[in-house]
Each structure stands twice: as structure tokens, then as C-alpha cells.
């Protein structure tokens, strides 16, 4: 008698993509948050401002920063998921009045797939038979749970990133002295803009190494600009 070959069932793969949404709007919030605030900070502080000044300069703008970034995100994101919303109605009134043509639809789109025309038809067919709109959302249209519009979701994890990021610089102006307040923001800032390029990029990932050089780099350039335009005001005052 032969043994039967088992095999041994994997668990569900776990894909980054899914993290693609509210990781995009954490990432983009910290860092704006951190650079914005820590340059804003730079370039208040290099035109020979008062301490107090700095620090509520620092504070006004974590506050309109999380704010902005907030409602960006909720305006932006909401305008994909009204267009989703827009299509996906298209999509049912299509599916009431030529159901016939959805099926060929769909069966056309699995034929430039790569599958024989019969295999395809039995596959539009099976699936339209258990979920009609979703088979042509995900198929045609390319909306995904994974992917779809989530407004309240971006704009609030944008607002609270950006205010995560920009407590680091702003903490930093409240603790450090007058003298030291440029370079332990500045070494500060960049230190955890490279710690939040690497951590992006492994969440996501890609090379640690490339996301966290390529935040610095441009950190380094958005905070000596700053520091440039702050210097050359404070000077012509």
C-alpha cells in the first residue's frame, strides 16, 4: 500500500502592500512633521530670535502643520474615493441593464490574461455568480479592499504623525539653550529623519540603507536653506 505524500499547508502570506494606505500618510506626515518643524525652528533661531520666540514659533507650527496636513490628506483622499464611489455606481447600472455584456466584459479581460476563451468565460461566470460588482471592481475597475479610499483614516494618521514629528524639534527647543539650540536641533532632526527613512523603507520593504539616505539628504538640504534664509533676514534687520 502507498503512503499518501502530504503536504503540509502554509499559513496566509503576509504582503506589504496592505500597509501601502495608512503607511503612506504615517510616513509623509512624521517626516513633514520633523523637517518642517525642526527648519522652521533653524531659520527662527538663525535670525537671532528670543528663546520664547523660537519655541512658540516651533509650537505654532506643529499645531497648523497637523492641521494642514489633515486636511490635505481628507481632501485628496476623499476625491479618490468619490471618484471609486462614482464608478462602482456606473458599475451596477451597467450590471442591471447589460448583463450579458458585463459577462463578456469580464471574460475578455481574463482572455488578455492569458486564459483560453472558454476557461475565461466559465471563470467570469463563477464569479459574477457569487459577487458580480466586487469580480468587476477588482478586475476592471482595479478597487481593492486593500487599496480603497480611506479619508478619515489619512487625514487622521496624517495629523497625528506629523504632530509626533514635530514634538521631536520642538521638545529639542524647549529643553536646549539659547547657544546650543541650532546644533542639538539640528543633529536631533536629522538623526531621527534617517531612523524614520530606515524604518519606511523596511516596513515597505526596501533597502533600509537607500530610504534612510534619502531622507537625510534632502533634510540636510531643507534645513541649511532654512537656516540660509533665517540668517540673511536676521542680518537686514
Known sequence: MKKKLSIPVQGKERHRINRVGWLRAAVLGAN?????????????????????NVVLTAAAGLVAGAMSMAAGEYVSVHSQADTEAAELALERTELKTDDAGEHKEL???????GLKPDLAKKVAEQLMAH???GAHAKDELGITET?????????????????????IPLLVAIL?????????????????????????????????FIGAARVTLWGVIAMA?????????????
Open 147 to 167: 487599496l480603497v479610499a480611506r479619508p478619515i483614516q489619512a487625514a487622521l494618521t496624517s495629523a497625528l504623525s506629523f504632530g509626533i514629528g514635530a514634538a
Open 131 to 133: 459577487d458580480a460588482l
Open 107 to 113: 471574460a475578455a479581460i481574463y482572455v488578455e490574461r
Open 32 to 52: 513633514d512633521g520633523l523637517l518642517s518643524t525642526g527648519s522652521l525652528v533653524l531659520g527662527v533661531a538663525s535670525a537671532h530670535v528670543d528663546h520664547k
Open 225 to 237: 536653506v532654512t537656516s540660509a534664509v533665517g540668517k540673511l533676514f536676521g542680518t537686514a534687520a
Open 176 to 208: 536646549a539653550s539659547s547657544s546650543s539650540l541650532i546644533p542639538l536641533v539640528s543633529l536631533t532632526s536629522l538623526l531621527f529623519l534617517t531612523l524614520l527613512g530606515g524604518l519606511a523603507a523596511h516596513a515597505g520593504g526596501a533597502n533600509v
